[in-house]
Structures are given as structure tokens and as C-alpha cells.
């Protein structure tokens, strides 16, 4: 009875009791802050997966879940925030001069960490502008690759090679987005000069047009393919150029397989693909001598001598 007393009798309080009393209080501050965490992480979570079933958009889900992601952020840092000035005051610490301190404090670090507010301001702006999603494959601070998260200080990307890259929001002053609404296909295709021109672009016309009708790459394309026509006259080729509108993220997987079907196509057709010649000639063997080499002429074929000693050609 005497230590019930004691307990709720503040001129009666020992060390030891006052000891047990702050330890239990500072205990429920940090299993109410756990719970708060938990409770805002399951609400955003249920809001999220609310907003996303009446999205219209794939774009509207990344973007949700992207925010989603951030405001989880937020909320564990202010409710640990508020925790940890709770307990500071259970331990008997004023808060008010730690705060003016704070600020004291706040104003040195801003000018020594100037880039690092620049990347939270900078994440803020991308997010409240729908720049980046997670999901998305942009090239941003000379950077590009898939976007696995997106927070206010930094864009985490993985590239095609599985590397991943940690870009800086205060880096990124352009972001190249392949991912939103459409993209294209673009080719561009050498052809000897002595090829027939308009023979080529029919040829590759009608690569388009089978890719569109077929089942696989069918769906991925969302229109005709477009002959721009002739590019540029290069010197050994004449480069012609189409491009083909196709859904998000399509554009590498159908620009490989139109390739492929026209470099068959050109070959059936007769058409020739220019590429670099290397000329080899034979060397000599360990015992000085130099075999006999072919030689193809105009209308043909000769063999030609093998070179004697001291003479070189």
C-alpha cells in the first residue's frame, strides 16, 4: 500500500519511482508512435488502392503509387519527430531552445548544404507535376533507365544492363519521358545506290503492314507505318527513313523485329544492304614462302604467284 501511495503522491516520489513512472510514459509514447505509423501507412495504402480502381489511366495508377510511396515517407518522419520532442520532454528537456537552436543551426547548414535542399524542393516540384513515375523509363542528370523509386531526395533508375543509378533531384534540369501516351519506332535504313528507291520503300511498307496484321505485334502498334521517305545521301548508302506509333514502352521490342523481317525481306527482293568490305590478303608461311592467293577479276578468276623474297606488294 505504501508504494501505491508513493505512486500517485508527487512529494512522496522517489528517484526510483519518478525513474519507472518517465520509462513508462517515454514506453507508450513509442508504442503510440508505432501504432500511428502503422495506421497511416494502412490508410494510405486503403486510399491508394481506392483511387487506383477508379483510375482511368495506367499513368493515374503510377502516379498514385508514386505519391503513395512519398506520403509514406512524410508521415513516419513528422510522427517520429513528434515523438522524439515528447520524450525529450519526459527527460525534463525544453524543447523551446532546442527549436531556436534549431534554427540557428538550420541557417548555417543551409548554406553548406544548398544541394541537398535543392533536391528536395526539385523531388517536390517533379512529383506535384506528374513528371516521373515509377514504372517509367526516362533519361534524366545523364542518366537513363527504368524507374524502380522515386522520393523527394533522388530517382533510383536501372538500366538495360541491370545497373543501377542514383540520380540526385538537384541534377535532373531535362527528364526525357518514353513512357507517357505513345512512342515511335523510327528506322533508318541504308540501300546502295544502285538500288531501285521506291522498290525499297514499298518493300518496307509492306513489312509494316504485316507486322500490323499479325497477332503478336499487332496490338503493340497503334497506327500505319510512316515512309518519310529518303533521309540523307550518305557515302555509300541512301538512308531511307519510316517510323511506327506504337504503345509505351513497345518501341525497342517492334523497332528489332521490323528490322529483322526487312533485312529478310531485302534479301527475297534482291535488294542490297551496303556494309564495310575487308580486304585480306595472304601472308607467308613460317618457312619464308607465300602460298598461291585467288584473285577475282572482271569475268575471272587467276591465281596469283607467290611472292618471292625481298619483294613486297
Not at 513528434?82 to 527527460?91: C, N, R
Not at 523527394?152 to 540520380?167: A, E, Q, T
Not at 619464308?288 to 585467288?294: D, L
Amino acid at each position: 500500500m505504501e508504494l501505491i501511495r508513493e505512486l500517485f503522491n508527487p512529494d512522496t516520489l522517489s528517484e526510483s519511482v519518478l525513474a519507472m513512472r518517465t520509462g513508462g510514459r517515454v514506453i507508450l509514447i513509442l508504442i503510440a508512435a508505432w501504432g500511428l505509423i502503422r495506421i497511416s501507412h494502412r490508410l494510405i495504402r486503403t486510399f491508394r488502392i481506392y483511387v487506383s480502381s477508379h483510375s482511368s489511366s495506367q499513368d493515374e495508377v503510377k502516379r498514385i503509387t508514386t505519391l503513395g510511396r512519398v506520403f509514406r515517407y512524410i508521415a513516419s518522419v513528422v510522427i517520429s519527430l513528434v515523438a522524439g520532442m515528447l520524450i525529450l520532454s519526459e527527460f525534463g528537456i525544453s524543447i523551446a531552445p532546442i527549436l531556436g537552436a534549431a534554427g540557428v543551426v538550420g541557417i548555417a547548414i543551409g548554406f553548406g548544404a544548398q544541394s541537398l535542399v535543392k533536391d528536395y524542393f526539385t523531388g517536390f516540384f517533379l512529383l506535384l507535376e506528374d513528371q516521373v513515375h515509377q514504372g517509367d523509363v526516362i533519361e534524366a542528370g545523364g542518366k537513363a533507365g527504368l524507374v524502380e523509386e522515386v522520393t523527394l531526395r533522388y530517382i533510383r533508375l536501372r538500366d538495360y544492363s541491370g545497373n543501377v543509378h542514383f540520380v540526385p533531384n538537384g541534377l535532373v534540369t531535362t527528364v526525357t519521358n518514353m513512357s507517357r501516351g505513345f512512342a515511335h519506332s523510327v528506322m533508318d535504313i541504308g540501300v546502295a545506290y544502285r538500288e531501285d528507291v521506291d522498290a525499297a520503300l514499298a518493300v518496307m511498307r509492306q513489312v509494316g503492314q504485316a507486322m500490323r496484321a499479325s497477332e503478336e505485334f499487332g496490338p503493340r502498334i497503334l497506327d500505319d507505318i510512316e515512309m518519310a521517305g529518303v533521309e540523307a545521301l550518305a557515302d555509300s548508302s541512301v538512308t531511307l527513313r519510316c517510323r511506327i506509333k506504337v504503345q509505351p514502352l513497345e518501341q525497342w521490342g517492334v523497332r528489332r523485329e521490323y528490322l529483322r523481317r526487312v533485312k529478310q525481306a531485302f534479301d527475297a527482293a534482291g535488294i542490297e544492304i551496303p556494309y564495310p568490305h575487308l580486304t585480306v590478303y595472304a601472308g607467308q608461311a613460317k618457312d619464308g614462302s607465300a602460298p598461291p592467293f585467288p584473285l577475282r577479276g572482271f569475268g575471272a578468276t587467276r591465281t596469283a604467284a607467290p611472292a618471292t623474297e625481298g619483294v613486297s606488294f
